[in-house]
């Protein structure tokens, strides 16, 4: 990569990242394009050079964003307990690492409530649900008397949920301490009998 080519990748990571911010924080629809070149501490015709829109911006990071659900969310794993505890232990891991990375979650979460987004992307939130993805390892779970009894749909939304919603508010309060992943993979416990 050419010098050259260096500063145009670092211009538009941080195009990027000040779009993150401004989206995690504000929220997609009161984030303005002039926003985010300030932000990026770049005029607004260079960063239309990179982005043509918020929109494309927006999108970009939700493909970005979804592109690292694969190895995050879909570890290789022995039994249904240990895919769980495997995600937990990954999402803290990253996070302590990469405090962008609790941003994209904000993100997501507000991507998935959003109803004006257009249908392909939709369609990509959809095809990438984690909590519809984990229900059948957690009815694999219940079978193995590993998982507690219950909704499988309601234990996967607990799980999930009560983890974005920890990884949301360390993305806007940093400083807050980390939880304990197992934590989190106790709401799924058959009397607690698995091992951590």
């Not at 607004?44 to 829109?53: I, K, Q, T």
């Not at 929109?55 to 022995?78: K, S």
């Not at 229900?135 to 590993?146: A, L, N, P, V």
Request: proline share 4%; glycine share 6%; aromatic share 10%.
């Amino acid at each position: 990569m050419t010098k050259r080519e260096e500063q145009k990748e670092k211009r538009r990571q941080d195009i990027l990242r000040a779009g993150l911010k401004l989206f995690a924080c504000k929220g997609y629809e009161a984030t303005k394009i002039n926003d985010i070149a300030e932000e990026a501490g770049m005029s607004l015709g260079l960063l239309y050079h990179y982005f043509e829109s918020v929109d494309v911006l927006h999108e970009e990071l939700i493909n970005i964003a979804l592109a690292g659900r694969t190895g995050q969310y879909f570890p290789q794993y022995d039994n249904p307990v240990e895919y769980f505890i495997k995600s937990a232990n990954h999402i803290f891991d990253v996070v302590k690492l990469d405090h962008d990375y609790a941003k994209y979650f904000v993100l997501m979460k507000q991507a998935q409530r959003n109803q004006n987004l257009p249908i392909h992307i939709k369609e990509k939130l959809e095809q990438n649900d984690i909590i519809v993805k984990s229900i059948i390892t957690i009815e694999e779970g219940q079978r193995q008397g590993m998982i507690r009894k219950g909704n499988p749909m309601a234990l996967a939304m607990t799980f999930w949920l009560s983890i974005e919603a920890y990884v949301e508010m360390i993305a806007l309060n940093p400083e807050i301490p980390y939880p304990e992943s197992n934590w989190f993979v106790d709401i799924l416990g058959a009397n607690n009998n698995y091992e951590k």
